[in-house]
Structure formats: structure tokens, C-alpha cells
């Protein structure tokens, strides 16, 4: 069964660029409820902890400068399903390829400044929230156990 939240940020670029207001709008009107959600900046340590994953990849650096570069939104978002349907609403991470009316097509600046991250799994949607966020943070329209 697919789970009830999903996991994302709104990156440095998006955050200087002032789309905070307008993203978190279109995910308010496509039926998500913010659970959870902090303006924060990054630490190299954190970033680095974070994007783990990417660390033998040829743009690990870039995207920890890119994301230690300025503040972040983090946030845990609730719906049906979350994790697809944010990833339908994001569209892909090359601004060119995605589909109009995603945010990545509205503000994404580049592939690498694509505006918003979205967790790609129930399993990760998890890992991620929690990197951020404790039980006593998340303020969820579910029942508790779902988190």
C-alpha cells in the first residue's frame, strides 16, 4: 500500500529566488497538507550526511556547495499516495523535459538548481523526514502511527 507522506525540499535557489510562497501554494492546491516544516541552512556535515548516496557521484560537490549556498525549506507532506503524486506535481529533474505546470518547470533554474527534492520511495520518504524532523514536529491529519 502506498504511504501517506512524502518528504521535500525547496532548494537555495528556489528559497533566494522567493518561490517559497507560490511552491508552497501549488502544494496546497494540489491536496497535500504540510505536516511538518522549518527554514533552515544546511551545515557542510549535514549536507554531506544527507546526499551520502550521491558521494562517488561526479556532481556530489557541486550539490553540496549548491545546497549549503543559502537556506532550505524542508518539509513532510501528507496525501494519499504522497510520494507519486509529488513526484507527478515536481515533474523531472531536467526543467526542459518536465511537463508544464510542475514546479521544476515553473522555477527550476537548471538540472542541478531544479527548485524542489522529493523523496523517491515510501522507504526514503521516511529516512529523509526523519534526518529533519522528530515524532514532536510532525503535526499529521493521519493517525500518528503513520508516522
Known sequence: ????????????????????????????ENGFHIAAMKLIKLRTAQAKKFYAVHSERPFYNDLIEFMTSGAILVAILEKDNAVEEYR????????????EGTIR??????????????????????????????????????????F
Open 1 to 28: 500500500m502506498a504511504g501517506t507522506f512524502t518528504f521535500t525540499i525547496i532548494k537555495p535557489g528556489a528559497v533566494s529566488n522567493e518561490d517559497i510562497g507560490p511552491i508552497l501554494n501549488m502544494i496546497n
Open 88 to 99: 507527478k506535481l515536481i515533474g523531472n529533474t531536467d526543467p526542459l523535459k518536465a511537463e
Open 105 to 146: 518547470k515553473k522555477f527550476a533554474q537548471s538540472m542541478q538548481k531544479n527548485a524542489v527534492h522529493g523523496s523517491d520511495s515510501d522507504e526514503n520518504a521516511e529516512i529523509e523526514a526523519s534526518f529533519f524532523f522528530s515524532n514532536s514536529e510532525r503535526f499529521s491529519i493521519f493517525d500518528v502511527s503513520d
